[in-house]
């Protein structure tokens, strides 16, 4: 019997929430948005859960970004479903709870991995994982929220060398900047992640869920200070995913060579 593509497991007051595609990096498709969505609609609605832990199946990769070849086949309803569109790719990144939500960094997390890093609240990270943006060697944008959360998340000049050169920053490099809380080694990236939930959920709930809500300024579901970010981000990639290039790019990954570019 086929494994959920997300597994879902209460413990005590923290919801763990695990990306279970490891054969495929932990992309995300429709299925994994689907149920990372549905997971925090559970934490949201559920007065029991205090915390939500996010990590990835396996030892090697947290998540690798959306499923290229579920894009490159069905299109973006391959990736995100036209119902729950909404929520933003993989379910989170504009799905905006009032449980503080951990991302546990087992691996590697690029492109969509470090998206959904940055939409989460506290970051733990392995000790070999790295984080970066590399979707502008596929003729896209870092869309998922990307291109303008991570500066500010870190510095200006670092954020934008991550966002124009697609190259990646080591574990240690994104805690010297800012964009984790803890680094560790790999075999004790969930129990740290689950020990903080546990600090979170120490606090008051209510006062703990008013934090969050004021601190990312969250009204109604949505975080008025990024809506303008967000309609910059859909018309570029408006513009971006009918021209020849982001073809070219998500064709060269599929055929696994180097893309060559027309700037067209």
Known sequence: MTEPVVLVEQRDHTLLVTINRPRAANSINAAVHQGLGEAWERADSDKDIRAVVLTGA???????????????TAGPDGVTPPETAHWGFAGVVKHHIRKPVIAAVNGTALGGGTELAL???????????????????????AGAGGVFRIGQAIPRAVAMELILTGKPISAQDALRWGLV??????????????????DVAAGAPLAVQASKIVAQGIVDGKVAAEEQAWALTDEALGRLTT??????????FMQKRAPVWKGE
Do not use: W, Y
């Not at 809380?181 to 546990?198: F, G, H, I, K």
């Open 58 to 72: 396996g030892d090697s990769v947290f998540c690798g970004g959306a499923d290229l070849k579920a894009l490159g």
């Open 119 to 141: 939409a989460s609240d506290l970051v733990v990270a392995s000790d070999s994982a790295e984080f970066g943006l590399p979707e502008v060697h596929r003729g896209l944008i």
């Open 243 to 252: 021209s020849a290039d982001t073809l070219e790019g998500v064709m060269a």
């Open 181 to 198: 809380n803890r680094v560790v080694p790999q075999t004790d990236v969930l129990s740290t992640a689950l020990a903080l939930a546990e």
